[in-house]
């Protein structure tokens, strides 16, 4: 006899897993929107420099607000809102601590956006990013539109602002630089021409892998102190000639190598042809271009370049963003031939070119 079953009193089954739902379009949407909140509270995390002032432990608001001359108050509610986003945890109330997510605005971090984050919550950013329809509507630079003038000519008249984008930019290059050395063999050149290198984090890292090589870094005067400092304290400057001087009239003779990291997407295709040109003048006949940068992949997919190139479209006289196609065709116009196109563990390949 066969055993039955009451189906009434039968468990049921146990429900399958259902798939997380992604909030409704509009909740996504005013969370996008809301981002300029997130970068104003991250922008005065860093400018008061609280990861700093809580590495060593949990500290309460009251002693925070001590420690950077603020109000309390406010400042709880800033906290608040960060660590609602998972930057910095409210451990017992009015009390607040490190989180994973909150090291990186820490200034000695390995990894650290301070300097980034200071620059993208400055008013002057601020103010041009809001001209971005200018920019929509007319195809000019937003910054100019704001501003009268080139951001470049600006940042040279406005010592304080420029000296915060120089420093974002050598955070950048600080999170750049492992990803270029694991992408690329730098052993087979003798001397490495760092092209508008900055303060030099970039090319005193290569040169510390490679004990051998010799370096050379071309940047304007207002810059290349910096770069000198840089030398010095990675204990380079010994072979690291820095020269003062405009890539786009001279770029020293003699380099294996002519690095451009994040130099070409400043300009327009005239005057990015131009600096190519003037690289391949001052290079010799087995020479190498080596650019680093985002290449714009096709399709829809995420992919941060695409948002770079718009930073490009509002800061910057004709600066853009391109596809590997469209960087072959500005090498070739320039007198170079691409060789390869090598991605990186970051988000920025590296496109090998050699004298056509």
């Known amino acids: 006899m066969q055993p039955t079953h009451d189906l009434d009193t039968a468990p049921e089954p146990s429900p399958s897993p259902q798939p997380a739902h992604e909030p409704p379009p509009a909740a996504q949407l005013l969370r996008m929107i809301s981002g300029k909140m997130t970068t104003q509270l991250l922008a ?125 930019m050598t955070a950048l290059s600080r999170l750049d630089v492992d990803a270029i050395l694991q992408a690329y063999d730098f052993s087979d050149f003798d001397t490495v021409v760092d092209v508008g290198g900055g303060h030099g984090f970039l090319l005193a890292e290569i040169l510390k892998a490679h004990p051998s090589a010799q370096g050379v870094l071309l940047d304007i005067p207002e810059v290349a102190a910096g770069a000198r400092a840089t030398m010095r304290e990675a204990g380079v400057a010994d072979r690291c000639q820095v020269v003062e001087g405009d890539f786009f009239e001279r770029i020293p003779e003699g380099g294996d190598v002519y690095l451009l990291k994040l130099i070409i997407h400043d300009w327009d295709d005239d005057r990015a042809r131009a600096i190519l040109r003037t690289c391949r003048d001052a290079m010799p006949g087995d020479g190498t271009l080596l650019v680093a940068n985002s290449v714009i992949p096709p399709g829809n997919d995420p992919y941060i370049g695409k948002l770079v190139d718009v930073e490009m479209l509002v800061m910057t006289p004709g600066g853009r963003e391109r596809t590997e196609a469209e960087f072959r065709e500005l090498f070739e116009e320039a007198g170079f031939a691409l060789t390869r196109t090598i991605p990186t563990p970051s988000y920025l390949y590296l496109l090998e070119a050699t004298p056509a």
């Open 44 to 168: 005065v995390a860093a400018r008061l420099d609280l990861a700093d002032l809580l590495d060593g432990g949990p500290r309460s608001v009251d002693d925070l607000a001590a420690a950077t001359d603020t109000h309390a108050p406010s400042l709880y509610r800033v906290l608040r809102a960060l660590a609602s986003l998972g930057v910095f945890a409210e451990t017992q109330p009015r009390h607040f601590r490190l989180t994973p997510l909150a090291r990186p605005l820490r200034r000695d971090a390995p990894d650290s956006v301070r300097d980034f984050a200071v620059l993208f919550g400055s008013d002057w950013h601020t103010r041009a990013w809001s001209d971005l329809l200018h920019s929509v509507r007319t195809g000019e630079t937003a910054f100019e539109h704001a501003f009268g003038e080139g951001m470049f000519e600006h940042l040279q008249a406005h010592p304080e602002r420029f000296a915060a984008f120089n420093d974002a």
